[in-house]
């Protein structure tokens, strides 16, 4: 009885180990999602520490190849280099300055920071303090 039950049991580990859901691990220069959650290379959490250059948010290339440069480009809104995400009330570049009072945010096309220059700098068709990212 005990050498039906021995193979068995090993039998029974090799199957319950093996479900089919065999975890990859994202590639972050290839342009693919190989970890299969809808993310590709930078833009996949598990890229942010990563060394590769298509994460490089301040060169003023696009790296990968998207459309976008640096601070434009999706997959640096988390980026530690730079802030670029400046509207979440974090100072994601750890520089003690957080979203509008950083200088790399001055320019950016996803908030008004710059509250007194006459131009619509988000292109959201709000100018200065008509914009509601501004505080006047």
Known sequence: MTKLILPLLIISVCFAACDGNDAKKEICDN???DDNDSFIDC???D???SSVSECDCTDGIDNDNNGFTDCKDMACLN???IECNCADGIDNDNDSF???ADLDCQNSPLVE???DDG???DSDGL???EDSDCDC
Do not use: A, Q, Y
């Open 43 to 45: 833009e996949d959490l």
């Open 98 to 100: 957080v979203d509008c």
């Open 31 to 33: 342009g693919i999602d």
């Open 119 to 121: 131009v619509d700098n």
């Open 127 to 129: 100018t200065d303090c």
């Open 47 to 49: 890229c942010l520490k």
């Open 79 to 81: 980026s530690t280099e």
């Open 113 to 115: 920071c710059n509250c």
